[in-house]
């Protein structure tokens, strides 16, 4: 476990913040609802994000499950039912913005940490994190047409991305869930960890991308971003505009005298 580390943090609502040196750890913390989002929770995640990518001493993120779920979706159980015939316009789910927007806008790194079970809109929010890392006894799926549904957060597009376009039609059209061992060998994750393990190689792996110059953080996830959602071509064009960028940077300068010198860097983040 990762207990030995010292960290600062405070309860905001249903999500624990916690923070050590360059990274922050946010905790779903609704285990008794194995982590289901209510609104409250939505709230959270989204000031949460909003202030961690305004604050400068913060390099990386990474989201995690309290208990043995990561996070089993919309909490349903708090969303009003419209029938079909009533003739409201829109469900108030429809309205609202999507369940990963928090994620979709954030400049930094995110790992997931995906303590347990993870489905639809909980795999949502672990596919919009940038690395995926999970226990061995964890399970995934997109179980939305099960009730009627699809996933409505990017989960249709990004599982393509992850799994390949058959493997992601099997996951979407049955609903069923796959062993953490299937995802590993799909890409859906990068590592599997003993349970007792996970959070302790997550922080390891923060703080290994927290050493890293943030400027170059930033700049690289913006390219990775491109590399899904932009044609080849103008991928090409924003990773060379980037990369020019930077070279304009007191990071790059120290980052190479470092080199030559042979010592760890000092990164400012300028």
């Known amino acids: 476990m990762h207990a030995a580390h010292e960290r600062t943090g405070a309860v905001v609502s249903s999500l624990q913040i916690t923070r050590e040196g360059g990274v922050a750890c946010l905790t779903l913390n609704r285990p008794d609802k194995r982590n289901a989002i209510d609104d409250v929770t939505r709230d959270a ?134 062993s953490a061992e299937q995802a590993l060998a799909a890409g859906l994750v990068s590592e599997l960890h003993a349970p007792d393990a996970l959070m302790g190689r997550a922080f390891a792996l923060a703080k290994t991308i927290a050493e890293n110059a943030p400027l170059s953080l930033v700049a690289i996830k913006k390219a990775l971003r491109a590399a899904t959602d932009l044609p080849l071509a103008a991928g090409f064009e924003l990773e060379r505009a980037l990369y020019g960028a930077l070279t304009a940077t007191q990071d790059r300068e120290e980052g190479r005298k470092a080199f030559r010198e042979k010592r760890k860097p000092d990164f400012q983040g300028k």
């Open 45 to 178: 995640l989204a000031e949460a994000f909003a202030g961690l990518d305004n604050d400068i001493a913060i390099r990386v993120v990474i989201l995690t499950g309290a208990g043995s779920a990561f996070c089993a979706g919309v909490d349903l159980t708090t969303q009003g039912n419209v029938p079909a015939h009533s003739g409201m316009a829109a469900s108030p789910i429809v309205t609202r913005p999507r369940l990963t927007a928090p994620l979709d806008a954030f400049s930094k790194p995110v790992i997931a940490a995906l303590n347990g079970v993870a489905v639809g809109g909980g795999l949502e929010l672990a596919l919009a994190c940038d690395i995926r890392i999970a226990a061995t006894g964890a399970r995934f799926g997109l179980t939305e047409v099960k009730i009627g549904s699809l996933p409505g957060s990017g989960g249709t597009q990004r599982l393509v991305g992850a799994v390949g376009r058959t493997f992601a039609a099997q996951m979407l059209f049955t609903g069923e869930l796959v």
